[in-house]
């Protein structure tokens, strides 16, 4: 299909290596159904090319669009290994530049998590809100970044549960510094 380049720099789908192919509007949800512009035909297992078997769906959460969680639908080649000597014989296509594998959101949406969280102040719950997501889920991710950034130190955030401060905590800290 041919790349829609106004859809595609609007929603910056071509940074993740991703095309728009249609939208559609759902009340509070923007989808999005795209394809990779790129795919990888060759085998995980061995390393030889492989044939297109079908294609399958991969839904992402992504960055809010317009102030609206936003999915997108990526329609992934399924891939046939030919090789008997292979262990893998079907698989999906990794779309790395998007998402990694088994993951249900793009990569960005956790830098935007901590960004939301350090720079506006924003709480798991209203980012979690803001992506159309679950406040475990929201915290998981911006959990598991903290933990990577913190890697000089990986036992620094063992018994963290909870990130950032619950507002009364904050009005109460800032009453007693007036």
């Known amino acids: 299909a041919a790349p829609n380049l106004v859809a595609d720099t609007i929603c910056r789908t071509a940074e993740l290596g991703l095309s728009i192919d249609n939208a559609a509007d759902a009340g509070d949800v923007t989808h999005l159904y795209c394809h990779p512009v ?9 390393g030889q090319g492989c044939r297109v078997r079908d294609h399958v769906e991969r839904r992402l959460t992504d960055l809010p669009i317009a102030g609206h ?17 292979c262990n893998v014989a079907i698989f999906r296509a990794s779309i790395p530049q998007a998402a990694d594998d088994r993951q249900s959101v793009t990569r960005r949406v956790t830098r935007w998590i901590l960004q939301r969280m350090a720079t506006d102040g924003m709480s798991v719950k209203a980012c979690a809100r803001g992506l159309g997501i679950g406040w475990k889920k929201t915290c998981t991710l911006a959990l598991s970044a903290c933990r990577h950034l913190t890697g000089g130190d990986p036992g620094r955030l063992d018994h963290v549960r909870v990130l950032g401060r619950r507002r009364a905590q904050v009005e109460a800290c800032s009453r007693r510094r007036h």
Not at 38 to 46: E, F, I, M, N, R
């Open 38 to 46: 790129t795919v990888d035909l060759s085998c995980p297992g061995c």
């Open 69 to 85: 969680p936003s999915v997108l639908h990526v329609r992934v080649p399924r891939l046939v290994c030919g090789n008997d000597d």
